[in-house]
Each structure stands twice: as C-alpha cells, then as structure tokens.
C-alpha cells in the first residue's frame, strides 16, 4: 500500500483521531479552514467502540508473537482506555530493558510535577565589582543562536539574553564587566554511573548540566560534546556580549550568585508542554536527563540523577502506577540497567489519556505518529504494517538488542488501545526483522476490531 502524502494537516487530524478529539466539522484545524466550511475529511472517531477479548487480541498478534526475530524474551500489553480494563498480556512476567520508551515516565512525571505551562529561566544578575552572573535555570533547549523559523518549539537563546544584558548595563553606564557562570542547580555526578563508557565520548549523551548551550554540544548539530558545558556556555555568552559592544574579562569562571540580586536580563524556555513533546518525538536523550533532574527538584529529593529518579518513583506512584518492580537508573533509557514492567510504560500512556489528567495531554500529543513524524517517520513501511500509518502513535525505544513501542492506536470500531510491546534479545542480524515484527504488531492493533 503506498504511503500517504507526509502533509501536516494529516498528521495533526490522525492525532486528534487517536486522542478522541474530533467531532464533526472541528476536524478540520482553523489555521487550514476556508471561510466557507469544508466537509469533514473523515468520520468522528467514536468515544468507544467495539469491545476488544483477550482472545480476539490474541488472535490478531498470535502469529507475529511467534515471530523468531524477536528473540527469546518478548512480551505485549494491551489496554482497553476506552473501558478502562487491562485487555491482553503475554511474556510480561518479567521487566524489560525499555531503552528510550523510559522517556515516557520521566516526561509524565515532569507534566505532573511542574505542569505543562511551566518554563526554565536562564538570567544575568548583578554581582559585587562590575562583576555579572549567568544563571542556569536547566532550560534544556538554551541555544546559542536562533534556529530556523519553522524549528518547534522556539528556543531561548543566549544571543536575545546578550543583547538585554548589553542594554541593560550601558544604561547604567557599564561597559566593561567580569563574568562569571552559576550551574548550581543541578548536584552530583554530570554522567550517569550506569552509562556505557562510550557514551560521552562519542557523544551519545552529554554531560548534563543545568546551564549549557546547544545541549552541551561543541557546533550546533554535531555530536560531539563539551567536556564542561557550563564553561562554554559561559566562553559563548562571553562573545556574544562583546559583539554588543561590552567589554568581558578574559577569565570567565565559575560563581555563585548572590541571592538576593535581582536579574539585569533573563530570557525563558518554551513551555514544559512543548519541551516534552520535542523530547519524545525525537528521542531526546540529553533533554530527558535535564528534566529528570527537574523532577528531582520539583519533588524536594535534589537536583541530581538519583533524587530524579525517586522523585519520578514517587510521582508515577501517585499517579496510580506500580513501581514496585521497576528498577530505574536514569530519565533517558540509555542504560540497560533499566528494567521496567510493560503494564507500567503502558500505565504512564494510559493515565495521560484518562479524563483524571488533562494535564497530561502533552505525553500524547508528542508522540510520533506512525509513518509521519519524529522517530516512526521511516517506520511502517515492512510488509503488513501500513494499516497502523498515521494511526499508531508510539515512543519508540532502541539499544542494541533492544527494541520496543509503547503508545496508542484507536483501533477500526473506535476503541482507543493502549500498548506496550518490547524485546530485548534481538540478535544483531534480525534488528531490522525485529523492529518490523513491533510496527506489525502495533498496525495490528490499530486494523483490529478484536471481539473475537
């Protein structure tokens, strides 16, 4: 079946589709509406369908379960949200390595903890001497420059911070300033102690920190990082105000800011809201560390990976979910140290669609959609996976021998389906296979009416 036209109008109605948003002519968003009105693209999807069996899901997934490539430990979870009712299980009996779909429990928890209108604020504060401060506020999106006009969400930038903090200062007369950097906010360790050794150095993740441009990175795109990320940053910002015509002393340091000093400039993040949704569409392994440490501080256990960790342990408890066995080492899956049930990477999708929690609909609304956008834009094009294109919407998760999916589809009666679905015994050559079998799976779902 050839793949649909990638237009961001249909992506925008399959996943208003899949969260039950659509009714009538209100398919169709303002912003792609004529004056005179358009009839409606597809049908409203139902609140509720068909009710799906245990047998009629097992019936559907039976032979793509049975697929060799996946390896000898694979397992699925379905959800009926539409019910509220666990549907399916099979292979769940022990916890997996979730790769990135452990993103999903950093993010809901940073939703829930912060909210989805809460920004990070990186400033300039006066300090004794013609001295300044830079802040770091743990904005994870901070760059140095903006980007292009249509990159989402816009960024701050340390270029709009310069030229306040110029202005600010020649109107007090100052022309000629010692700078120094405050990245106090984030503790502990800037490397997770579970990571591969290989991690830092081939840029795979940064050292998280909570001032950095860029993401830590030494060129804006590149891989490679900087080993003190604070510094550069700092070194940056340093340029940038002498382009504005103020004079920086040559030794840029580390400081603490005074606190009671009040900002000369400070720019903010786009909202958490957005910041989650640019995470999980595109696997943003750097991003979710910076907001694990969010929620770290956020629940008062600190602003280092391990009071992150407990502060999300806490929190998806309170949303309801079992953590009991859960073991969870960092906020972005890099390490295989994980190991998470596939009822609880479901549990965090499931609780963002509830009517409990509108306060979570960025988890959904940031999930790539199947065949579209983020990390499933070149997904569903293997043989029996294009019934699940635009319809399935899923946090995708990969290590080496380790694939998974959790997320959504609404299945052909109108039942929305929750679903987590994970190997992590895939052998090197079957990768590909391995990958195809989950995308099957998934469009499975989204093609099944599952009663029978």
């Not at 292009?148 to 310069?162: G, K, M, V």
């Not at 342990?313 to 596939?342: H, Q, Y």
């Not at 079957?430 to 009663?451: E, F, K, P, S, V």
Request: charged share 15%; hydrophobic share 45%; net charge positive.
């Amino acid at each position: 079946m050839a793949r649909p036209p990638r237009a961001v109008f249909v992506t925008l109605l399959a996943t208003a589709l899949c969260v039950g948003l659509v009714s009538g002519a209100r398919a169709v968003p303002g912003s792609v509406q004529s004056a005179q009105q358009a009839p409606v693209v597809l049908a409203p999807a139902k609140g509720e369908g068909v009710a799906p069996t245990a047998a009629g899901v097992q019936k559907a997934l039976a032979a793509i379960l049975k697929d060799p490539s996946l390896g000898k430990h694979r397992g699925i979870y379905v959800y009926d949200a539409s019910r509220g009712q666990a549907v399916f299980s099979a292979g769940t009996a022990t916890p997996f390595t979730p790769a990135s779909t452990l993103k999903l429990l950093t993010t809901v928890s940073a939703l829930e903890t912060l909210g989805a209108d809460h920004t990070f604020t990186t400033k300039v504060v006066s300090a004794a001497n013609g001295s300044i401060v830079l802040v770091g506020g743990g904005d994870p999106l901070l760059a140095t420059k903006p980007a292009a006009s249509s990159d989402f969400p816009a960024r701050a930038t340390l270029q709009t911070l310069a030229a306040s903090t110029a202005k600010a200062l020649k109107a007090q007369g100052v022309t000629r300033v010692t700078l120094g950097y405050d990245a106090s906010l984030f503790t502990g360790p800037a490397a997770n102690a579970n990571w591969e050794p290989n991690y830092l150095p081939e840029g795979i993740a940064a050292r998280t920190s909570a001032l950095w441009v860029n993401e830590g990175r030494l060129s804006p795109g590149m891989a490679k990082r900087s080993d003190a990320p604070a510094q550069a940053a700092a070194a940056a910002f340093a340029r940038l105000l002498t382009g504005y015509g103020i004079t920086v002393a040559p030794a840029v340091r580390a400081a603490v800011a005074p606190a009671a000093a009040k900002p000369l400039a400070q720019v903010a993040s786009p909202t958490l809201g957005q910041i989650v949704e640019y995470i999980n569409l595109h696997s943003d392994n750097d991003g979710a560390e910076v907001l694990l440490r969010q929620v770290g501080l956020a629940t008062k256990n600190g602003g280092s990976y391990v009071g992150g960790v407990k502060g999300v342990r806490e929190t998806l408890t309170k949303l309801g979910l079992d953590v009991s066995k859960a073991r969870i080492f960092d906020g972005s899956g890099l390490t295989r140290a994980n190991k998470v049930p596939l009822e609880l990477l479901a549990g965090a999708v499931r609780v963002a669609a509830s009517e409990d929690h509108p306060e979570l609909r960025h988890l959904l609304t940031g999930l790539p959609v199947a065949g579209f956008s983020g990390s499933l834009e070149d997904r569903f094009v293997a043989p029996g996976t294009s019934t699940g294109t635009g319809l399935v919407h899923a946090k995708t998760g990969t290590l080496t021998n380790v694939h998974s999916l959790a997320g959504l589809a609404r299945d052909r009666t109108g039942t929305l389906l929750v679903f987590a679905i994970a190997t992590d015994s895939v052998a090197v050559p079957q990768t590909l296979n391995a990958r195809a079998a989950l995308d099957r799976a998934a469009a499975a779902l989204a093609n099944c009416g599952c009663a029978v």
